[in-house]
């Protein structure tokens, strides 16, 4: 079955860019949308953006001004880069499919990465 | 501020039956019937349980059941199990501003 797993280094310096890696396994990247979400510590989900694998994107407009989602289908990889970080952006982040092509229908998750932005 | 709104906690005894209810607008929860439900027990990634308001994926307990009611839906766990200790989240697609908005998520606790 498909697994995702997020990769990327735990911690940023404020100012700087948040870069992730989703790795899709037992599955194509292809014909689906992947998502992006995290959550802060002791907090809820926040949605981030999501792409169709041919690199169409949506964003959350809270985040656009600074969100860049990529795929690289030759890899079956995902990619998150997150400019300007502060601790706010400090959270666990996931990547996830999206299933039927409906937004909120997310059927696999990877276990996420936990990010803390600190000097 | 969660755009959905959630009771921050609720309860029940082994066997018995709760409700968590997800309150949204006519922008989100009220105008599609794209509403999911997610389990998340600590540490660990949401999972699942409820999609399109009352659809459970295929592995899921049908003690799961998800419904919709104007602008509100909930979730209902009946014959609860100490399995079913965990947070919550609702989820719904949503025409204002982003397209997915989540509750704040209910923590369920098991007696």
């Known amino acids: 079955q498909v697994q995702l797993h997020e990769s990327g280094p735990g911690l940023v310096k404020p100012s700087e860019t948040l870069s992730l890696t989703c790795t899709v396994s037992?599955?194509?990247?292809?014909?689906?949308?992947w998502s992006w979400l995290r959550q802060p510590p002791g907090k809820g989900l926040e949605w981030i953006g999501y792409?169709?694998?041919?690199?169409?994107?949506d964003y959350n407009p809270s985040l656009k001004s600074r969100v860049t989602m990529s795929v690289d289908t030759s890899k079956n990889q995902l990619y998150l880069r997150l400019r300007y970080v502060t601790a706010a952006d400090t959270a666990v982040y996931f990547c996830?499919?999206?299933?039927?092509?409906?937004?909120?229908?997310?059927?696999?998750w990877g276990e996420g990465t936990t990010v803390s932005v600190s000097s | 501020q969660s755009a959905l709104t959630q009771p921050a906690s609720v309860s029940g005894s082994p066997g018995q039956s709760i409700t968590i209810s997800c309150t949204g607008t006519?922008?989100?929860?009220?105008?599609?019937?794209?509403v999911s439900w997610y389990q998340q027990h600590p540490g660990k990634a949401p999972k699942l349980i409820i999609y399109?308001?009352?659809s459970r994926p295929s592995g899921v307990s049908n003690r799961f059941s998800g419904s919709k009611s104007g602008d509100t839906a909930s979730l209902t766990i009946s014959g609860l199990q100490a399995e079913d200790e965990a947070d919550y989240y609702c989820?719904?697609?949503?025409?204002?501003?982003?397209?997915?908005?989540f509750g704040g998520g209910s923590k369920l606790t098991v007696l």
């Open positions: 996830s499919r999206v299933q039927f092509a409906v937004a909120v229908n997310m059927d696999v």
């Open positions: 037992g599955g194509s990247i292809n014909n689906y949308y």
């Open positions: 792409m169709y694998s041919s690199g169409s994107t």
């Open positions: 006519s922008s989100d929860v009220g105008a599609f019937d794209y």
């Open positions: 399109d308001v009352s």
């Open positions: 989820g719904s697609y949503s025409s204002s501003g982003t397209l997915v908005v």
